[in-house]
């Protein structure tokens, strides 16, 4: 069965800098990659899709990029502020199915 | 454009009892999916739910069952509660086709005693 997997243990980095969120996944390639950013107590809440026949994708501080030889996705967010410590989930898509297989999330803290 | 509202946000109950929750999805959403969160087990896919019908279905037991009305609102139910259903229960509405973008309401958190 599709298994993903991202860094178990949070990551603390100063304000300012460049935090980078790594997925990994087995077996087949799925048609998109989504990612996510939870809060504690909320749903979870869609930051960025990129396509299998997609590189790289951008949307203000966030990057996204997506390697179906390595099987990983790796997810930036430049220029890191406080306001963006929360809990970032990446997720498989099948494409139209409903059904998003997620990673565990890994824990972003940036510290002032 | 009002958001996914899920109700109730809270409930404790205790074992072997059921619960039914509630959403209701983004106007014009048709699709609404279920997930269960843990601390353990991260978020599961439960069941997903498209012009009243259910289209795909995890690896849950019979337990967990759902259902979609015409006006897209969705429930899903849990009978016979167990320690282990204690989670967090998101519903998730989204609208085209191709990818699952997904709008995620804010969830009800179930405590089974």
């Known amino acids: 069965s599709q298994k993903i997997e991202q860094n178990s243990e949070a990551l603390n980095i100063q304000e300012g800098k460049t935090a980078t969120l790594t997925c990994n996944y087995t077996?087949?390639?799925?048609?998109?990659l989504q990612w996510y950013r939870q809060d504690p107590g909320r749903g979870p809440v869609f930051l960025l899709l990129?396509?299998?026949?997609?590189k790289e994708k951008r949307k203000e501080r966030l990057k996204v990029t997506f390697d179906t030889t390595l099987k990983q996705s790796l997810f930036h967010i430049t220029a890191s502020q406080p306001a963006d410590s929360a809990t970032y989930l990446c997720a498989l898509d099948m494409g139209n199915t409903g059904k998003l297989i997620f990673g565990q999330g890994t824990t972003l803290q940036v510290k002032p | 454009k009002a958001g996914v509202t899920q109700t109730p946000r809270y409930l404790i109950k205790t074992r072997g009892q059921q619960v039914t929750l509630s959403c209701s999805p983004i106007s014009g959403h048709r699709s609404v999916s279920w997930y269960q969160q843990t601390p353990g087990q991260g978020l599961q896919f439960l069941f997903e739910y498209f012009s009243e019908t259910q289209r795909n279905k995890g690896n849950f037991p019979g337990r967990f069952s759902g259902r979609q009305f015409s006006n897209s609102r969705s429930e899903m139910n849990v009978s016979t509660l167990e320690l282990g259903d204690s989670a967090l229960y998101l519903c998730?509405?989204?609208?085209?086709?191709?990818?699952?973008?997904?709008?995620f309401g804010a969830g009800s958190r179930l405590t089974v005693l």
């Open positions: 077996n087949y390639s799925p048609a998109y």
């Open positions: 998730a509405s989204r609208y085209s086709s191709g990818a699952n973008v997904l709008t």
């Open positions: 990129i396509r299998e026949n997609e």
